[in-house]
């Protein structure tokens, strides 16, 4: 079964660090772009990051430029996420997903794993 | 990079056809064929119905289309039923090598 299962989240204060990871399974990791998507409470989703299947290539959305590393471990079939500076509007659940294609990145994710909540609050 | 323009909210009858449409600028949905559309149900992750703007993922309804003119996308869901009823996102990949969500939508089956 292809599965993607988030960990890492929880309650951090302003100015903090969190590291999230993704596990994957049933399917050949290092095949495929992977991005990480949030969704603030009650609002609609926002594309984080993306990294290739190599891990060479890196995309970030403007809000979290400098502040947030995408990185994944093919050996571990594990992606990551490095929140640092974490602010009261990184408040959401982060999803890790899957490209629904081999090859160059397309934001057409058709995996998506249960999400893990981070909450930056003092 | 500004959120893709949806509608609030689209209401339509079992059996009914609805569009959502999802427009954005000649930098993102104009520019490329890259646009994909999620349904979400509350408090579940979302799940993608169509991708490069017309393809449909295996397992999903023939019942959902995408098409787009120029700027703007548009989703639709023929013989609505009541299962429909939830969140619709469009996404478009952009210039600056990032992608971009619209606001979402809210889909009521009457």
């Known amino acids: 079964e292809v599965q993607l299962v988030e960990s890492g989240g929880g309650l951090v204060q302003p100015g903090g660090s969190l590291r999230l990871s993704c596990a994957a399974s049933?399917?050949?990791?290092?095949?495929?772009?992977m991005s990480w998507v949030r969704q603030a409470p009650g609002k609609g989703l926002e594309w984080v990051s993306a990294?290739?299947?190599?891990?060479?290539?890196?995309y970030y959305a403007d809000s979290v430029k400098g502040r947030f590393t995408i990185s994944r471990d093919n050996s571990k079939n594990t992606l990551y996420l490095q929140m640092n500076s974490l602010r009261a509007e990184d408040t959401a659940v982060y999803y890790c997903?899957?490209?629904?294609?081999?090859?160059?990145?397309?934001?057409?994710?058709?995996?998506w794993g249960q999400g893990t909540t981070v909450t930056v609050s003092s | 990079q500004s959120a893709l323009t949806q509608p609030a909210s689209v209401s339509g009858s079992p059996g009914q056809s609805i569009t959502i449409s999802c427009t954005g600028t000649?930098?993102?949905?104009?520019?490329?064929?890259?646009v994909s559309w999620y349904q979400q149900h509350p408090g579940k992750a979302p799940k993608l119905m169509i991708y490069?703007?017309?393809k449909r993922p295996s397992g999903v309804s023939n019942r959902f289309s995408g098409s787009k003119s120029g700027t703007t996308a548009s989703l639709t869901i023929s013989g609505l039923q009541a299962e429909d009823e939830a969140d619709y996102y469009c996404?478009?990949?952009?210039?600056?090598?990032?992608?971009?969500f619209g606001g979402g939508t809210k889909l009521t089956v009457l």
């Open positions: 997903a899957k490209e629904c294609v081999v090859g160059a990145p397309r934001g057409a994710f058709d995996i």
């Open positions: 049933g399917f050949t990791f290092s095949s495929y772009v």
């Open positions: 990294i290739s299947g190599s891990g060479y290539s890196t």
């Open positions: 000649s930098s993102d949905v104009g520019g490329y064929n890259y």
């Open positions: 490069d703007v017309s």
């Open positions: 996404n478009s990949y952009t210039t600056n090598s990032t992608w971009v």
